[in-house]
């Protein structure tokens, strides 16, 4: 198998030179993947890997505009169809200096097995411009966005590309594109998610993330016949996923008892409840104050200083059945998982995008306990996504429950699947492998049923 | 109108008198100069009435006793530019010594006889380079009316033509005579030009008059006489000639030439006074034909009646109404004010008669005033057609408006009397006592001269732009406390600040400020801060800012006599802080002695509103007109602002603020993106709290600085200041929507003003950038806060003040660094030049910094300085985070007098977090003037190194819990080029020393 690797990694690096993120990204799928290959030989037969590799098509254009002073810049303009063997394409666009074909090539890769673990019908995709919005002014962030739409609106639409946003392309920058793009088709459709919540958008999306990060966690206690109920929690972050978390523990009943930001966490033996989460999200939301209030406001928590000396962080020290890494990149490191293990936590859900490093995967992979890895346990914030292009589609709104129990419903599928597949490939309760493989599996599969196309 | 009036008279006082004597060579014998320092101690002498007479200037002197040393004196010293010569100067003749001179340089040299016989050789004689000869009769005051003739000779077309400084002809061709008559007019002149220029003027601007007296103008014959008449008859204030004189040079005298003078003149001009001066009493009768007055060489009170002849005649008395071609007198005014009071009196038939007669307009040029002067001579009296009432109510309304916007740009002294609250006149500056006003209160005094001379107060509608009310006790009231019960010299030795405290209260505040203040307060309810301004305060090299305490105080009391006690007591806190240990450490860094430093201390209304139980600003900020970090589009020199809601406390400190450039507001790039608009802009503001405890509460120390108190926004919206300067975020939107429409958590983006214009804040603070950078000749830091609540709108204009640059770059070459060579190379440099010879680092360690601990860290470091600077080693300070940051998670928060030793700093990035440099006001203005090498690095960026792992293995000095202190076995080499913003530190001085 690695040779088979070994092989088409030459390849690829030698298709695609000068791009090293997406050759690590194709690297690291295709190791994970080992094990499928090695089963079903018929995707290596039908070049399935090489194939969903080579995006479907790739837009690469030409952005003119005109900054306030009258100076006309020129910025390039990308978009990867990556794969639509099982919906539209769906990703991101990232505005920031640092864009360049290989990064977005990687981001859109990894896209279409993201959006493929959702189980909803959306391909992969992603897309962007090296424009740098720090020190524009209003008008020349809408001159630029819609330039760059008066080149994308030919390539994009409701049922063939559906961008969103990332880096750099906010709910303003969302609002300008979508504006150039009704002007040019003359048509109101979905053809961009994270839209306002008066024109299209849909409810739920700050909340989306941490939600779906609590629902998993409770789909993965229920394989062990548990529910959150009564679960001590260790939550990281105090951000929307983290606020979110926290909210969705209170709800079913667990006692999220930390939370922290860049300066320091806090400890509340009592529990956070539902007073101190309205206090801790006016704090944070509206005050933007630091966590430290929240210790100075409420006794029963210690404030305890971030600590850049320590090669460890002691929020994740504290005796509980479960983590929520909700904050940032690598806040759990070998050290904080051993930690955690002694400390009895037997459940890890990330809400956060890759917040335990590698030796700490394999720490809890190796201890066996519930581990949500983040592609599975944070797909919901990708689900809302979904959510929204299935209520553009309907023209019809969801209320806030209807959002919330697809959203549940969502993420009981993914874990499903996950479950099921790590099953099927001989490592049950290997989360990691599960959503490694399901995701493949989907497009994979697709691609096979759809003929050579 | 007026303003502009004024801002042409202000700058052109500055520039007259461009010709001055600055050397005299006196040639004479040593026998000649004995005798003339016998006659009256030459130098002495010299200084003595030139000090007397114009306070800033006295000619030097030197004197040689021959041709050839003359010569040679003239070729070293550049600066001579008068000779005067004796006839007896032993190698060379006068005429050929003025001749031989004119060679080398144009100087003017004139000959100063001892005697009438000695006048008729060559040198006194047509054709001579002689200038002019004068007779030397034992008056040392001759040597004075050479030189201010020479100079006003030289001056008066210049003069006459910028401002219209008036003209005297003094036409006399008698040596003897001149000689006597020429010092008597300079004397009367002098004399009277001080008298009437008083009114509303403090000394400097007095002195700054002086230089508009009118000038003489000593013509020998007819034809000299006539060219200078026609030349300047527009600005001949009057005519004193003699009867008879040569028409021609070299002629013999005529005997009725100043007749003949006379008649040409009145052929046009009427009412120029003449006077015609004669040894023969006959020739009265020849001046009556000639409507000139008459005055008569021989008689005993020739002195005396010349005196009366000014007054009268040339109007440098009081303005003596009177009816048409009636003697008698209606009324008479002393002064402007009480020329504008009389004025709605006089019947109209004098107003006519006056105005006919240019009578006003000349008055007002006698005393210098010519900007109003100019505004009313061209109003014709046809023009008026007979309406009374018109020509008074605009002559009154010129005379107000002049005296409003002078009223701007004086600063009167404190008159408890005649304070009738503010605004009165336009003056709302003023100084309890004498004594300087302070460094900080001149910076404003010049910012108020601004205003008025570029007319901003109404430049932009419905904003009235201004300097807060203020009233300076000068230093002698520091002075005068200090010298009660031998406090200063207890203040200057005390060590401890409580104990200084104590004393400072115990000693009675000097009586007469205290009635001032008084008088100040029962008028002025406002709440008030009470600030230091001392000698040495935002000078350009030392600025001293945030050193001395600011209080605030509410102001608020009932009864007047309590507000007097709290700001007693606010002033005294300000005195004490003048020997604060705080201070006492700032001043070893710099070259004073504690001694040399005064306290004025300025009580300054805050600019503002009351909110409820709180009173501040819509907001204040910051603005210079030189930006250290621009980011595309802006340059370097658009400069850049910062503002906050609230008082200006958060800018000060460097806290959360908004920063953008006025030439591109709308350019913000701290709210680029959502996160980063979320994390930087304001979430509190400051305010001073009206209501809670007195000010003046318990005895001791009660704490008088802690008014000001900070609110969250929530606060902000209620009193509805948020909506000026407010936007919103949206959560579900991940967007930020600028005004208050919408629900959700509100931001400070300032997007009113900046980008719907709701408010030309961007438009105001670049003409003021403008303005102040022309006014100060360098980039400038202004300070500023306006209402939006009072009507018109209102823009306090606070402080100006140089930024401090080093303008005459020397340029340094970074040149190739080797690898491994340099400690540290940055592109993000503060500074310019080579320091050299530094053998001592001050480092917090990258691996060592806990940013929990960075107050300890600080402490630390604030020892270590002492002990630096003490043995007067100066050296490197390194560290990671904000120097000077207010906030201690982003920073080692130190403050100046803590680093004070330091030659070079280094800011190097966080392992966790980006530094942006801070830009914190008073820390950067210190860094900047003491001129500090600043290197910020930032290792993402690229374009920077620091080699921790070389610093971490350097032995340490001492090492403490935070800090180490290195002392290399060889000097490092620093290297800054400013223009580029480079600079290189390098392990060891491996260049030559250059020389």
Not at chain 2, 926 to 951: A, H, K, M, R
Request: net charge negative; hydrophobic share 40%.
């Amino acid at each position: 198998m690695s040779e088979y690797v070994a092989s088409l990694m030459t390849e690829v690096k030698a298709k695609n030179p000068a791009e090293p993120e997406f050759h690590q990204a194709v690297q690291e799928v295709a190791e994970s993947l080992a094990l499928v290959f090695d089963r079903h030989p018929e995707y290596r037969h039908n070049k399935i890997l090489e194939r969903i590799l080579e995006p479907e098509r790739v837009l690469m254009f030409r952005v003119p505009w005109q900054d306030d002073q009258g100076q006309i810049h020129v910025n390039r303009g990308f978009r990867i169809e990556m794969n639509s063997a099982i919906g539209p394409y769906k990703g991101g666009l990232r505005f920031h200096p640092s864009v360049n074909l290989g990064i977005l090539k990687f981001l859109a890769f990894e896209q279409v097995f993201k959006n493929s673990l959702t189980t909803l019908p959306m391909g992969g995709g992603k897309g962007g411009s090296d424009f740098d919005p720090k020190g524009k002014s209003d008008n020349e962030v809408m001159r630029f966005c819609q330039s760059f739409m008066s080149e994308l609106f030919r390539h994009i639409g409701p049922n063939t590309d559906v961008p969103a946003g990332d880096i750099g392309v906010g709910g303003r920058e969302i609002g300008f594109l979508f504006g150039q793009y009704k002007r040019l088709r003359n048509e109101f459709t979905g053809v961009l998610t994270g839209k306002g919540l008066n024109w299209g958008g849909s409810l739920i999306r700050p909340e989306a993330t941490g939600y779906g990060c609590v629902y998993f966690a409770q789909e993965m206690l229920g394989t062990r016949g548990q529910t959150l109920e009564g679960k001590t929690c260790l939550v990281s972050g105090s951000g929307n996923v983290a606020q979110y978390t926290v909210e969705k523990l209170l709800e079913l009943g667990a006692k999220p008892v930390t939370v922290s930001d860049s300066n320091g966490y806090v400890y509340d033996e009592a529990g956070i409840d539902r007073e101190k989460l309205a206090f801790l999200m006016d704090l944070k939301n509206v005050r933007r104050g630091r966590i430290k209030e929240y210790a100075d406001k409420y006794g029963t928590a210690v404030y305890t200083p971030a600590d850049p000396k320590l090669d460890h962080c002691p929020l994740w020290s504290y005796k509980a059945d479960c983590a929520f890494p909700s904050a940032t990149q690598n806040e759990i490191n070998g050290k904080d998982a051993a930690n955690l293990l002694a400390n009895g936590v037997y459940v890890v859900a990330e809400g956060a995008n890759m917040p335990s490093t590698i030796d700490a995967i394999n720490q809890f992979v190796d201890a066996r306990i519930l581990y949500g890895p983040g592609k599975a346990a944070n797909a919901g914030g990708v689900a809302t996504s979904g959510l929204e292009m299935a209520q553009n589609s309907m023209r019809f709104g969801w209320p806030r429950e209807e959002v919330d129990s697809r959203l549940h419903r969502i993420m009981k599928d993914i874990h499903s699947a996950c479950v099921t597949t790590a099953d099927r490939f001989g490592t049950p309760g290997n989360y990691v492998n599960g959503a490694n493989i399901a995701g493949f599996l989907k497009v994979a599969d697709a691609m096979m049923d759809q003929g050579l196309v | 109108m007026p303003s502009s009036l004024v801002r042409a008279g202000f700058r052109d006082y500055q520039d007259l008198m461009r010709y001055r004597i600055l050397h005299i060579l006196l040639v004479a014998t040593p026998y000649d100069r004995f005798l003339l320092e016998e006659a009256g101690e030459l130098s002495e002498r010299m200084l003595g009435e030139f000090r007397n007479l114009d306070v800033h200037y006295a000619p030097g002197l030197t004197g040689v006793s021959t041709g050839a040393e003359a010569l040679e004196q003239v070729r070293r010293q550049e600066s001579i530019n008068l000779i005067i010569t004796t006839p007896h100067v032993a190698d060379m003749h006068p005429a050929r010594l003025a001749a031989q001179v004119k060679q080398i340089r144009d100087i003017p040299v004139v000959l100063l006889a001892w005697d009438p016989s000695e006048l008729n050789g060559p040198a006194a004689r047509q054709g001579s380079s002689i200038e002019r000869a004068f007779l030397w009769q034992g008056d040392a005051r001759i040597l004075q009316a050479i030189v201010k003739s020479v100079e006003d000779w030289r001056n008066v077309e210049h003069d006459t033509r910028s401002v219209g400084v008036q003209v005297i002809l003094l036409i006399e061709d008698n040596v003897r005579q001149y000689s006597s008559f020429l010092p008597l007019m300079y004397d009367e002149l002098l004399d009277h030009s001080q008298r009437v220029i008083t009114e509303g003027l403090n000394l400097s601007q007095k002195i700054l008059r002086m230089r508009a007296r009118p000038k003489v103008l000593l013509c020998t014959n007819f034809e000299e006489a006539k060219r200078a008449f026609q030349t300047y008859r527009d600005d001949v204030l009057g005519i004193i000639s003699d009867v008879e004189f040569p028409l021609k040079p070299g002629e013999q005298p005529h005997p009725e030439a100043g007749v003949r003078f006379a008649e040409e003149v009145r052929k046009h001009y009427q009412d120029i006074p003449l006077v015609l001066h004669s040894s023969k009493p006959e020739n009265e009768r020849l001046a009556r034909q000639a409507r000139a007055r008459f005055l008569l060489k021989g008689s005993p009170h020739l002195l005396e009646d010349l005196r009366k002849l000014l007054v009268q005649d040339f109007c440098f008395g009081p303005f003596v109404f009177r009816r048409e071609d009636q003697e008698g007198e209606v009324d008479r005014a002393d002064d402007l004010r009480s020329l504008e009071q009389k004025l709605h009196t006089i019947p109209p038939e004098s107003l006519f008669f006056h105005g006919r007669h240019n009578h006003f307009s000349r008055w007002l040029k006698a005393r210098t005033e010519f900007a109003v002067a100019h505004a009313l001579r061209p109003r014709k009296l046809e023009d008026y057609k007979g309406d009374a009432d018109k020509l008074r109510s605009d002559l009154i309304q010129a005379i107000t408006d002049y005296r409003f916007e002078r009223g701007q740009t004086v600063v009167a002294d404190f008159d408890r009397d005649h304070f009738a609250g503010l605004g009165e006149s336009g003056s709302d500056f003023y100084r309890i006592g004498g004594g300087s006003l302070g460094g900080k209160a001149r910076g404003l005094a010049f910012v108020r001269r601004l205003i008025a001379q570029h007319g901003l107060r109404n430049q932009f509608d419905g904003i009235r732009i201004a300097i807060p009310t203020t009233a300076v006790l000068g230093t002698d009231v520091f002075d005068r406390f200090l010298n009660t019960g031998g406090l200063r010299a207890f203040a200057i030795d005390s060590q401890d600040d409580e104990e200084l405290w104590r004393r400072f209260l115990a000693t009675p505040f000097p009586e007469e400020a205290e009635r001032d203040l008084a008088a100040f307060l029962a008028r002025v309810r406002q709440p008030l801060a009470v600030r230091s301004s001392s000698l040495l305060e935002d000078s350009l090299h030392q600025p001293f800012t945030g050193v001395y305490d600011t209080l605030m105080l509410r102001n608020n009391a009932w009864s007047v006599a309590e507000r007097v006690h709290q700001a007693v007591r606010a002033v005294k806190r300000v005195w004490a802080s003048t020997f604060s240990q705080h201070a006492k450490a700032y001043l070893q860094a710099t070259a004073f002695r504690l001694e040399e430093e005064k306290m004025a201390v300025m009580l300054q209304g805050i600019v503002g509103a009351v909110h409820g139980p709180r009173f501040y600003p819509d907001l204040s900020g910051v603005a210079r007109s030189h930006n250290f970090y621009p980011t595309s589009p802006m340059k370097a020199e658009d400069g850049i602002v910062a503002v906050a809601l609230g008082l200006g406390r958060a800018i000060v400190e460097g806290g959360a603020c908004l920063r953008f450039c006025p030439r591109y507001p709308k350019h913000v790039p701290q709210l680029s993106s959502v996160a980063e608009a979320l994390k930087s802009t304001q979430r509190d503001f400051w305010a001073l709290r009206l209501d809670g405890a007195s000010d003046s509460d318990g005895d001791g120390d009660g704490d008088l600085s802690m008014r000001e108190e900070s609110f969250g926004l929530d606060a902000a919206e209620a009193d509805g200041t948020l909506a000026a300067v407010g936007s919103t975020y949206s959560r579900e939107n991940d967007a930020i929507y600028d005004s208050l429409a919408r629900p959700g958590p509100r931001l400070i983006t300032f997007a009113p003003m900046l980008k719907h214009g709701d408010f030309p804040l961007p438009e105001i603070l670049r003409t003021l950038m403008d303005v102040g950078h022309q006014g100060l000749g360098a980039p400038v830091e202004i300070e500023f806060a306006v209402n939006l609540q009072a009507r018109p709108r209102e823009f306090g204009f606070l402080q100006v003040r140089p930024l401090a640059l080093a303008r005459e770059m020397e340029v340094i070459e970074i040149g190739e660094v080797e690898p491994g060579a340099a400690l540290c190379w940055s592109q993000r440099v503060l500074g310019n030049g080579r320091i050299e010879g530094i053998q001592d680092l001050v480092v917090v360690d990258f691996q060592r910094f806990e940013r929990s601990r960075s107050r300890e860290a600080a402490a630390e470091i604030g020892r270590l300085n002492n002990q630096l600077l003490a043995s007067g080693t100066p050296y490197v300070l390194i560290g990671v985070g904000r120097w000077g940051s207010r906030d201690p998670w982003l920073g080692i928060p130190v403050t100046w007098d803590q680093v004070a030793g330091a030659k070079v700093i280094v800011e190097a990035g966080l392992r966790d977090l980006k530094v942006t440099p801070s830009q914190g006001s008073h820390f950067f203005q210190n860094l900047t003037s003491f001129n500090v090498g600043y290197f910020t690095i930032n290792p993402e960026d690229g374009q920077c190194l620091l080699d921790w792992d070389w610093l971490d293995a350097q032995p340490a000095e001492t090492a403490r819990d935070h800090v180490r202190h290195l002392r290399l076995p060889e000097p490092v080499l620093v290297k800054m080029n400013g223009r580029k913003g480079e600079g290189v530190i390098l392990k060891r001085d491996m260049e030559e020393p250059k020389r």
